[in-house]
DNA sequence: CGAAATCTCCACCTTTTGGTGGAGTATGCA
DNA sequence: TGCATACTCCACCAAAAGGTGGAGATTTCG
């Protein structure tokens, strides 16, 4: 049968893409028809070579992996994408699932859970661990910040200022401050630097 | 000949593991004798195979990548270890090459980059690539914090306050200022958040 | 030994941050 | 239409953080 799943490999280190295509080629029903170092080539090769599956790093440089996602399902609406990440805390985990993704890999995880997964999804399945589902049924259970809140969260993080921030944003420092109460008791913590912290550890912001 | 080079690779991914041990089965001179998934392992295998060159990972369970090549460095002086990370702004390089660390590489490094820096070791040279001897020499330039200074800044980055610092470490709350103080200058930053965050990116701490 | 660095602490002051409670406007959804 | 949410802003207050300058004790190292 010409039944191969047919899989790209998104990801910008070398070695990694490597060592999945070397395990993938251990599987007869399995090949890996291309390879994408970051999100533009990603949406570019998906385009030219419908894979069947495609495992996707979500720090990419570019176009980073959670919009190569929603691009890429925006124009195929039936493709099937595997996260594949090495932070497990990372708040793009939700990003990415809402944007489409169908499964969520860590990179520490063994040859078999890889190619069950891919068996999985590729059946049209979805396949998320468990830590990983607990880990979002409590993020979608505790709030979530708007997108206001997350702009000033991103400048806390940068080290700026309430009256920094306050003009960055044309606001007023006191409703910087309102933000910055909300943000706080959101993220339950009691300063700043916390927020910061937790915010990283989180995944809600980065260090880019 | 017999002169195939054996080599250990040490990494908590096993995908990257899988990578690694794919580009060196290319090379007919190269061979992945042992594979360790933490620090602790990396160390027996080292006694066990005494591999000509160890490729290591930093951030590892159980034991880390320093103490590990500190280690193994101390049982066999002549042990020639790689560094391999995805953090290039990672203050560990430092602390890896003065534990012994013969050769330094980023994840992103191509086939060719890392079959010749296993050379370049193998025969007995250093290999530290351009960007990273800048970083150290500027590393080497700038100040360094103190060890108290580290107890505070990782309480700081632990988000813990002035007056917590000071009954953790058994010092008044003015001498904890006196230290943020130092910090601050050294970091060239200008309050606790930004030097938490710098910090951070400098890989002068983690979030563990 | 003597200089340098480190660690400890103090006083005094200014600025920043966080806490509380209230309030008006716009938007969107039931 | 009416309620909920998000965004904006205000005043006032208390606590925390940061800036400056000085000082004694100990260790380290040339």
Redesign the pocket.
Known sequence: MSESIQIMVVDDHHIVRQGLVALIATMPDMKVVAEAADGMQAIELHRRYRPDITLMDLRLPHKNGVEAIAQIRTEFPTARIIVLTTFDGDEDIYRALQAGAKGYLLKGMTADELTQAIRTVHSGKSRIPAVVAERLAERMGGP?L????LDVLKR?VGG????EI?SD???????V?????SI??KLGV????Q?ATTALQRGIVHLD
């Open positions: 979530s708007t997108s206001r809140e806390i700026r200022s309430n009256k306050a944003l044309f606001i007023s420092e006191a409703t401050k309102t933000h910055i109460n706080l008791s009691s300063d700043r630097t927020a």
